[in-house]
């Protein structure tokens, strides 16, 4: 725990002027990110005696071993700083908004030729228009099923689509009138898109000109007694008023604004937002968190607007934002959302009328979200607090185990050894800092030797990161260069792209999956680096029993300890993780093409030459002039493809290793390299996996 008077500033030494505020831990990790309009100010509250300062901001400053300050030039400059710092460093100490769900979209991709209506979640993507949050993807599916009548638009996968056309038959919303199908030309692409067109003003709440089209339309096929067209018009009208009535008007003079509420304790906080547009309520979604520091509901306000808007643009930031209190200045945060939007944006408090009755609402459901989540959350927290103590107990460890890491291997006999990283903190996934690894220091299975370059890799890489900051003195034994290491995403980590450079940071409790021979070899590479501070534990599978180093009876924990139940959560997750990117390893190993090797060759030349040519085998055989004729290949790289593929072993027909037949090679049994996929069943297929 540090001296705040410490890493105090000198006087004077910090500017009295606006900008943007970091503490770093010891291990130049940064920690908490705040703006000031007067940096000076600000930060002299932070050093004030520790006894007067809220029990969160203490924890804060102690744990804290630097501050650094970056100016800027006004207020909304360093609101803006501030969001991409929090995004980027993901401090521990700030507040944080947690969805407990990915919240569906409903999308209607304009960005195709034939656009789709489908439920979207995650990240929006440019040229689809989105319609919601929905707090249920099947509240979604119940509109689109009612709108489908009126504006029979395409719903179906690329894969099905193509298939319909290839055949010439629709799928089944073609024949009951559910889908214009496009697939088999009953309509043209324009006359599609119109139709989606319809669909998307329709749900963006331009409802009352086309209902009253389609009444005009019904009055005037019953006056020329087309009576089977009026009724199917009648039936229509019915079908969009029913939808219609799924989101009630709630304000009038079709309203666009979003609704912030904030219910709160000295704990906790829950958010919960309504998104009105053309007057009805069109999504809702709802964020809880942690209140780690100390803070007001204004400044909870402006940490669930950075959220809600940091990515958004144009129309989707609405003109007028209803908050139960303003942010203090609110001014900044007023220009802000107008530049995102790019037009005036009014953030306000509702005072009279419709719109402060639609706000006690949204009020009532953020105190109802917050009382669910600590229903569900008490046990939760004290159920981790003493399973890190069990843990801390059973081991002798000095103190709870905040950081655990535990490392498996995986491969299928003998072949695509790779082994897992995976992170808990405060009992809790870490999925940002997980990360994994190719074994490369030999071929073959033997998961001690793999255990142990595992183990060595991962902390010569923190020695090398405590080295950059002087806290490591190397006496010349160690190779500590850079290393290859990857993230979640398969991301190579280096100094430019692995920020915040997460092996900088040592964890309490070094878990391995497999018994004494796994913890004695990770021991062992923990020593030859000469760390010495960090505690090593295995958990063996078949008995769960916690093997430490040089013991020769393990640890056993009751089973009913809160304690094993978590170190079987952290194993079986790294066991997991090892072996999915396993499986991804040998699946792209067994799509391999020997057009991978042809060099200036990507994916999309490669897909054009097996769309063209049908399979690899024909490939093979075509001549270079034929080769040529694909746009885009030119005559050096025809000859580049012909030599690679005369070169390449021709690849084995495909067998059902359930019945032996060999299967003959078809367009749709290619891989994506375009060799046959072997037949069989998933598990014949899969083999023995570790």
């Not at 969805?99 to 689809?128: C, F, I, W």
């Not at 009535?245 to 304000?251: D, G, I, N, R």
């Not at 999925?431 to 998961?447: A, C, L, P, T």
């Not at 396993?582 to 097996?610: E, N």
Request: hydrophobic fraction near 35%.
């Amino acid at each position: 725990m540090a001296d705040p008077s410490s890493y105090r500033p000198k006087p004077g030494q910090i500017p009295d002027s606006p900008g943007v505020y970091r503490f770093r831990d010891e291990h130049r990790r940064v920690i908490y990110v705040g703006k000031a309009k007067s940096l000076r100010q600000r930060l002299a509250n932070y050093f004030q005696d520790l006894a007067s300062l809220h029990p969160r901001t203490r924890t804060m400053v102690t744990t804290a071993a630097s501050v650094e300050w970056t100016v800027v030039s006004t207020e909304v400059e360093a609101l803006q700083l501030e969001y991409s710092w929090i995004k980027e460093y993901d401090p521990r100490f700030n507040v944080k908004y947690r969805d407990d769900k990915s919240y569906p979209y409903l999308a209607v991709t304009m960005n195709e030729e034939y656009p789709r209506v489908q439920v979207m979640r995650g990240h929006k993507k440019k040229g689809v228009r989105y319609f919601g949050p929905y707090g249920h993807a099947w509240a979604i599916r119940d509109t689109v099923d009612l709108l489908l009548r009126v504006f029979p638009v395409r719903t179906c996968s690329a894969g099905v689509f193509k298939n319909a056309a290839r055949t010439g038959r629709p799928c089944l919303l073609g024949y009951i009138g559910k889908c214009s199908a496009p697939c088999v030309g009953r309509v043209t692409a324009d006359e599609h898109r119109e139709l989606a067109e319809d669909f998307g003003d329709f749900m963006a709440g331009r409802t009352g000109t086309y209902l009253r089209r389609l009444e005009k339309q019904m009055m005037e096929a019953a006056e020329e007694m087309e009576y089977e067209r009026a009724a199917r018009l009648r039936d229509d009208i019915e079908a969009l008023k029913k939808a219609m009535e799924k989101s009630a008007v709630v304000l009038a003079d079709a309203t666009d604004a979003d609704l912030v509420a904030v219910a709160e304790d000295e704990l906790e906080a829950a958010v919960q937002i309504f998104h009105v547009r053309g007057g009805r309520v069109r999504g809702q979604r709802g964020w809880v968190t942690d209140k780690v520091e100390e803070i007001t509901t204004g400044a909870l306000v402006e940490h669930a607007l950075q959220q809600l808007y940091g990515e958004e643009t144009g129309d989707s930031v609405p003109k007028e934002v209803l908050v139960p209190a303003l942010p203090d200045p609110v001014e900044p945060v007023q220009e802000w959302l107008t530049g995102r939007r790019g037009s005036n944006v009014s953030l306000r408090i509702p005072q009279r009328g419709d719109k402060k009755a639609l706000m006690e609402t949204v009020q009532r459901n953020a105190q109802q979200s917050l009382v669910l989540h600590k229903t569900k959350r008490a046990s939760d927290l004290t159920t981790r607090s003493r399973a890190l103590e069990e843990i801390a107990e059973a081991l002798d460890l000095d103190s709870a185990p905040l950081r655990i890491e535990c490392y498996d291997i995986s491969h299928l006999q003998g072949d695509d050894v790779v082994a897992s990283m995976v992170v808990f903190e405060d009992g809790l996934q870490r999925k940002s800092e997980y990360r994994r690894f190719q074994i490369k220091g030999f071929e073959g299975q033997d998961d001690v030797r793999s255990m142990h370059e595992v183990i060595t890799r991962r902390f010569k890489r923190y020695i090398a990161e405590k080295e950059k900051t002087g806290e490591w003195v190397d006496d010349g034994s160690q190779d500590v260069s850079q290393d290859d290491f990857r993230d979640a995403s398969g991301n190579t980590l280096t100094e430019d792209n692995g920020r915040p450079k997460k092996f900088a940071y040592p964890p309490q409790l070094v878990v391995v999956d497999g018994g004494q021979p796994q913890v004695a070899a990770a021991k062992r590479a923990l020593d030859e680096l000469g760390i010495d501070d960090i505690a090593v534990c295995g958990l063996a599978k078949r008995l769960e029993e916690v093997w430490l180093p040089g013991e020769d009876d393990p640890v056993v924990l009751p089973r009913t300890s809160e304690g094993l139940y978590l170190l079987q959560r952290v194993r079986d997750e790294a066991h997991r993780f090892a072996i999915t990117y396993q499986r991804a390893k040998r699946g792209k190993r067994f799509r391999a093409s020997p057009l991978d090797d042809v060099p200036g060759l990507g994916d999309a030349r490669k897909q054009a030459l097996l769309k063209h040519f049908g399979s690899l085998k024909k490939l093979r055989s075509a001549t270079i002039d034929q080769i040529c004729e694909i746009p885009g290949i030119g005559r050096k790289t025809a000859e580049t493809i012909a030599v690679a593929l005369a070169q390449a072993a021709p690849a084995a027909p495909a067998v059902n290793t359930a019945t032996g037949e060999i299967m003959e090679e078809e367009p749709g049994t290619m891989g994506s390299g375009g060799e046959p996929v072997t037949a069989g069943t998933p598990d014949e297929r899969r083999g023995q996996e570790t």
